[in-house]
């Protein structure tokens, strides 16, 4: 092995910070980095899946696991026998952690869609989150430094710039006057006039400030594709897991944002079986797929992790989590089944990836002909919808 291998696991600011580290150790050879997750108790199981599995593909390497499973489960993921190192989470992007030279700040190699981690950690205290542990207070990049990032993206050939953070939307309140998200992404769209293509990863719908509403809802820049940390459909569960909206908050914004912006597609996360939660409760899971017209969605049964309140609660059984999460999985796939067939018959600007298929502004993936090289955003007409990809 020649170069560096980096295995990303679990949320986008893990895999942005993956490209940042690959580049940073684009010279180290023989060396395998576990960028870890630990917000779940499956998480950490696939997290420790992946190191064995990485040491039987690289017996020889040097593996190294950073990570927020190296932070908060450094005690037993120290102890793995294929595991030779650990590098603290808020180390993973300092070269003086690796031993490797600091000759310029980190920027991934040219990609159709450049990540720019512009927030880290979190200052919430959700009952079934561990993430606090592991990433530390929320923490906001300056503008100038982001502005800097994206300019470097864009010399490489990116052609959409993704913002992505661990609480995305709490971006600028530990910085001097507290400026809010919609002021950091007017001043990337007003300094980068070449810039066609800005998305956001998940947000927490009642942070979203004036100017970013307005910008979500008027720019076109700005893709109509909004994906909300969401997490239940009822409000006693939302109360439990100590979110800061309700039902009502998500169906309000959502309505406010497709008045203004039809087109606009909404993903969401939501937990499949949380403690104490009942058939109702799951009934309004379920609702408020079709209520919200959720067509991303992303579905997560629910297990316990250590330290947390939510472990503590009365559990919902094994079985019948798996079964409420095949249940919220199955309706969302019947909406998204819909929406992609509405598609059909549309033209819509495809921005080219180098697996033969590439994403629409709403980020519908499309499969694309093979004479279309990465990079390209073209013009496709949408004929058919088929197993998830529009034809």
């Known amino acids: 092995m020649t170069a560096p291998q980096i295995i990303s696991l679990g949320c986008r600011m893990n895999f942005a910070e993956s490209e940042r580290m690959r580049t940073m150790l684009a010279n180290e050879g023989n060396l395998v980095v576990v ?33 927020c499973a190296a932070e908060i489960d450094r005690e037993q993921i120290g102890m793995m ?6 590098v603290a989470n808020a180390a993973k992007l300092d070269p003086r952690a690796w031993n490797v030279a600091a000759d310029a700040a980190p ?3 040219s990609r159709t869609r450049a990540f720019v981690a512009v927030q880290n950690g979190c200052d919430h205290a959700c009952t079934f989150c561990v993430i606090p542990q592991g990433r530390g207070v929320s923490r906001s990049v300056p503008v100038a430094q982001v502005l800097r990032e994206v300019e470097s993206h864009l010399a490489t050939g990116a052609k959409e710039i993704v913002l992505t953070g661990v609480d995305l939307t709490s971006w600028g309140q530990d910085i001097s006057n507290n400026p809010r998200l919609g002021t950091l992404v007017q001043a990337i769209l007003h300094g980068f006039h070449q810039l066609d293509r800005l998305r956001l990863s998940s947000v927490d719908g009642v942070e979203i400030d004036p100017l970013l509403f307005d910008l979500l809802a008027h720019d076109p820049r700005v893709m109509p594709h909004l994906h909300l940390s969401l997490q239940h459909g009822a409000d006693l569960i939302l109360k439990r897991m100590k979110r800061r909206h ?11 944002l497709k008045a203004e912006r039809p087109d606009i597609a909404v993903g969401a996360d939501l937990i499949a079986g949380f403690p104490t939660e009942t058939e109702a409760h799951h009934a309004a899971n379920l609702a408020i797929i079709d209520e919200l017209d959720i067509v991303h969605a992303h579905i997560f049964p629910y297990s316990p992790r250590p330290g947390t309140p939510a472990a503590r609660m009365p559990q919902v059984p094994r079985d019948v989590v798996k079964a409420r999460a095949a249940a919220l999985r199955a309706r969302a796939g019947v909406r998204r089944t819909a929406w992609l067939a509405s598609l059909v018959g549309e033209t819509l600007p495809v921005l080219a990836e180098r697996d033969g ?7 519908a993936r499309v499969a694309l002909p093979p004479q279309v090289a990465a990079g390209q955003v073209i013009d496709v007409t949408v004929r058919e919808a088929r197993e998830g990809l529009l034809l």
């Open 246 to 256: 309700l039902r009502h908050d998500a169906v309000d914004l959502v309505a406010r």
């Open 107 to 109: 920027i991934a190699p």
């Open 81 to 86: 026998d294929e595991v030779d190192g650990l």
């Open 357 to 363: 298929t590439g994403y629409a502004p709403n980020y």
């Open 35 to 67: 960028n870890s997750c630990a917000v779940t108790g499956e998480a950490l199981r696939q997290t420790r899946q992946a190191i064995r599995r990485a040491r039987r593909d690289h017996p020889d390497a040097r593996l190294v696991v950073t990570g």
